[in-house]
């Protein structure tokens, strides 16, 4: 995204950026990321092109930057701030937890979301940057990285991917398993056991 100071944002500014992001979700319900148009964004959200791209390089721009606005209602470390930075565990719980959440307020919209992106980009740009996030917190509070069986840089895209690809199960699955089943599903993917050399105690 080009430089928007967020705590200097206008009222326009902030409405401009909301309207793209709903035009944005509204659009990937009835296609492909990848077969959206600019100008389909901005018929939508009721912008001209020159306010696109006052804000913006391209869609792939718009979408990092959706990204980046979900992260604040998704990644534990702004929902739970008091959360401990080595319990990994609990982090991506939590993490899984707050998808869950989010998708089951609009689950119609989601589900749309999903079988119209089953093979799009926009999945691996999800992917791309959960994983970025998630190695980043991962760098900061591993101290010894020896203790691992894999390298963090695999262990971040696992965990990537897990999240997703149990959060995208879940919407298909949602009224057969209750949440409580998936969070134990999810628990024993990522166990202590698959990932540590030895089982933390």
């Known amino acids: 995204m080009k430089y928007v100071d967020s705590t200097e944002m206008t009222i326009a500014t902030k409405r401009t950026l909301k309207n793209l992001r709903e035009a944005l979700k509204d659009l990937l319900k009835i296609k492909a990321f990848e077969n959206i148009s600019i100008q389909e964004l901005c018929d939508k959200a009721m912008i001209s092109r020159g306010t696109f791209y006052n804000y913006f390089y391209d869609k792939y721009d ?91 840089e695999l262990l971040a895209t696992v965990y990537a991917n897990t999240i997703i690809t149990v959060g995208r199960w879940w919407l298909q699955h949602g009224e057969i398993y209750t949440k409580e089943e998936v969070h134990r599903f999810f628990s024993i993917l990522i166990g202590q056991d698959v990932i540590f050399k030895e089982k933390l105690l």
């Open 62 to 152: 718009l979408l990092n930057y959706d990204w980046s606005q979900l992260q604040l209602e998704l990644d534990p470390e702004f929902t739970n701030p008091d959360l401990k930075s080595d319990d990994y565990e609990k982090y991506m719980n939590l993490f899984l937890e707050n998808l869950i959440t989010y998708l089951s307020e609009e689950p119609e919209i989601y589900r749309k979301i999903n079988n119209t992106n089953a093979n799009s980009i926009f999945f691996i740009n999800m992917h791309e940057y959960i994983a970025e996030q998630i190695l980043l917190k991962l760098k900061k509070a591993i101290e010894d990285e020896s203790k691992y069986r894999i390298p963090i």
